[in-house]
């Protein structure tokens, strides 16, 4: 059943203010009108002290089929979106997955250098899902980063908003889903 528009902007509104929050924003818009809900959830959903970025994995090139390249991708996306210098050379390190590089990379670099709450809205998912390589690792990495906000303060800062279509689920049921039609 849909819901009403005001409900849904009251529930996203409460759930980005969460600490570590993890929001799934399930919509049966056509996959080319998806683009606006980030948009959208940015603008009106996301309190004004807050940076927001969004991630639109149609950017992500060949990028998507390896989760070393995938996840180098993400963090040099978000250094941009925030106007900050890149320093995925020297942080990323080879003899470690890729996981715990890009978690290391937003702990030790990105999250410290935010203030205030980060909101990634992450969207075009569906691209990942094609690709049960990436998918894995990266759906994977983002429940454990919402585990860690439970007890780390630095975390607590990430809030996470999954756009994507009610035909693709992500392959976790953490977190809170919103049906925005």
């Not at 995925?88 to 990379?105: I, K, V």
Request: proline share 6%.
């Amino acid at each position: 059943m849909p819901q009403e528009p005001s409900v849904v902007r009251s529930q996203l509104y409460q759930a980005i203010e969460q600490p570590g929050a993890l929001i799934r924003v399930k919509t049966s818009r056509p996959r080319a009108t998806i683009y606006l809900i980030p948009n959208e959830i940015i603008k009106v959903h996301t309190p004004k002290n807050y940076k927001a970025v969004r991630v639109n994995f149609q950017f992500a090139n060949n990028d998507l089929t390896n989760s070393d390249q995938l996840l180098q991708w993400f963090c040099a996306q978000i250094t941009s979106e925030l106007q900050l210098q890149n320093t995925l050379a020297e942080s990323w390190q080879g003899e470690r997955s890729s996981n715990m590089n890009c978690t290391d990379y937003f702990e030790k670099y990105l999250l410290p250098k935010i203030p205030t709450a980060l909101v990634l809205v992450l969207y075009n998912v569906e691209l990942i899902l094609e690709d049960r390589a990436s998918d894995d690792d990266f759906f994977r990495l983002l429940k454990a980063w919402r585990n860690k906000a439970a007890n780390n303060k630095t975390w607590e800062k990430l809030r996470l908003v999954i756009v994507y279509s009610q035909d693709h689920n992500p392959p976790f049921s953490v977190g809170v889903v919103i049906n925005f039609l």
